[in-house]
């Protein structure tokens, strides 16, 4: 075998392993920028919601407190006595309300108990 020609196989052999690792070393790249790229977004997203969670817990406590109050006989509580407590938006008050287990009145007469105390079929107030 011609010595010109041995050294052609050899190096289109290594052009060959060579483009073959770049492949994989650039998939594997790719792989792990999406997967660093994913993680940073999340956390970017619960630490810049961590504020408004710490602030619906604290609302939701104060809400079944409220709901819970013995001196209130029949636990029903007006809304905006809720709402303006714990210093929420009307709409915020609402998904709080459902979240901690509370549902209105059927009347429209703008009173919210805790489902424990109020449940379904029972007449309000």
Known sequence: ?????LANQIAQ???ADTT??????????AVIGGLLTLAGNLLLHWLQDRPRRTLDEGRKKLLKIM?????FPNRW?????????I???????KRLLIEVGARGSEKDDGFW????HHPFG????
Do not use: H, P
């Open 20 to 29: 073959f690792w770049v492949a994989i070393v650039g998939f594997v790249g």
């Open 113 to 116: 108990g805790l489902i424990v």
């Open 1 to 5: 075998m011609d010595t010109t020609t």
């Open 67 to 71: 709901l819970n109050d013995s001196r």
């Open 13 to 15: 052999k290594v052009i």
């Open 87 to 93: 210093g929420a938006d009307d709409e915020s008050t």
């Open 77 to 85: 509580r007006q809304f905006s006595t809720l709402s303006r407590v």
């Open 122 to 125: 029972e007449t309000d107030q």
